[in-house]
Each structure stands twice: as C-alpha cells, then as structure tokens.
C-alpha cells in the first residue's frame, strides 16, 4: 500500500527561526494535504495543493507540490510560540474515495 | 459553532467492557470517517461512510462497528475493548466528490482501556 514519509520526525527549534519539513511517498498523488494538530486537538488543514508543481501560501506557510507528485514540502517562516504542534502530510489518489494517506507527523518545538 | 463534534471527550473502562462513541457534523458533508491515533500519534483510517453507506472498511477488528443513522451522524461501537484499543479516536467529514480529499476533525474521543 502507499507509505509516506515524513521528515524530521521533530524539530526544535527557537522563535523566529525559519522551518521546513517534508513528505515523501512511494507512489503517486493527486492532492497533497498539509495539517497541524495542537495538542489536545484534532488536525486542522493548512493548506491543500492539487497541481504538480503547484506552490500555494497561507500567510507564514508555504506548500509545495514535488513535481514527480511523490512528494511534498512545508516551510513555516518567522516562527512564534503558537506554531508548536504536530504537522501530518496527507496524500489522496482519486480512486480510493476520500481515503487519505497521512505522515508520521513532525514535532515541533518553539523556545521563546 | 462546533463543525465536528464528538462524545465523549474522555472514556476510561475496564477489558472486555463494549462502548460507543457518538460523531455529529453540522457542515452539510455527506462522507464522515473514523480514524485511530496511537500513542506514537500515527493516524491510521478505519472507516468512511458516504449517504450512510460504508465505502473504507480498511482491516480492522470486527469488534469496531460503525453506524451511521443519518449523513449528519455516524457513531463507533467497540465490544469487548482490550488494552490495545487504548488511543484517541478521531471523527472527521468532507464533502464527496471534488473537495472530498479536505476533511474536518473533531476533538477526539480519548480512550483508555484498564
């Protein structure tokens, strides 16, 4: 079946500093998911990505969609403490009717 | 407004116990899912529901039975629970069709088996 694998598996690291982690998968995808989940809560969608080659942002996030579509990155600029969490890729195939693949999640850490 | 919510927010029980837990989502979607997190945070699928019909069944005991009364519902039965089944369990839903890939989460359901 798909794997994907995420990395690192954690990070940390100290406020202000710039963050990328990313995703990659044995097979191929047609939508790439990125999601945050704070502790003690459910993931929350970041950002979605549905071309090749397609870069999208959500205001300090930044998502990219690996031309070979085995692939994906997420960068977290200017972290703040609020950004601690764990972040899952998810990938999606058409076929598999809504059935999303997810990372092992990175860990991040943020010291003020 | 709570989009995805779930009850209860805790469950702790004894081995061989049954249990369920209840998932309502007041976005209009019509595909809900149940997912399984470990202590290692993996999340893994169960299963998904599109109209009340099961569409992912991926391989798991069939001691877990999903229910779904209605689009708006759909509910966990666990019988004869094992220490195994310790996690934090997740409901989530989407749209079927384009957009059917973003999925809201509830807060999870924490359960503990004793």
């Known amino acids: 079946g798909q794997q994907l694998n995420q990395s690192p598996q954690s990070m940390f690291i100290q406020e202000g500093e710039d963050v990328s982690m990313n995703c990659t998968s044995s097979?191929?995808?047609?939508?790439w998911l990125w999601y945050k989940q704070d502790p003690g809560e459910g993931p929350v969608l970041l950002i979605a990505l549905y071309k090749a080659g397609e870069l999208t942002s959500n205001g300090r996030l930044t998502a990219q969609f690996g031309i070979t579509r085995k692939d994906s990155f997420l960068n977290i600029s200017a972290s703040i403490p609020s950004d601690v969490g764990i972040y899952f890729c998810?990938?999606?195939?058409?076929?598999?009717?809504?059935?999303?693949?997810f990372g092992d999640g990175t860990t991040l850490t943020v010291k003020p | 407004d709570t989009a995805v919510s779930q009850t209860p927010k805790y469950l702790v029980t004894q081995m061989g116990n049954d249990k369920s837990i209840k998932c309502e989502q007041n976005?209009?979607?019509?595909?809900m899912y149940w997912y399984k997190q470990d202590s290692k945070k993996f999340l893994k699928i169960m299963f998904s529901y599109n109209n009340k019909e099961l569409i992912i069944n991926e391989t798991v005991p069939n001691r877990f039975s999903p229910k779904s009364p209605d689009k708006a519902h759909l509910n966990l039965h666990i019988n004869s629970l094992e220490l195994g089944d310790s996690a934090v369990y997740f409901c989530?839903?989407?749209?079927w069709g384009q957009g059917q890939e973003t999925q809201y989460f509830g807060p999870g359901t924490r359960l503990l088996v004793l």
């Open positions: 976005l209009g979607h019509d595909t």
């Open positions: 998810a990938g999606t195939y058409n076929t598999n009717a809504g059935k999303s693949t």
């Open positions: 989530a839903s989407s749209h």
């Open positions: 097979s191929i995808f047609n939508t």
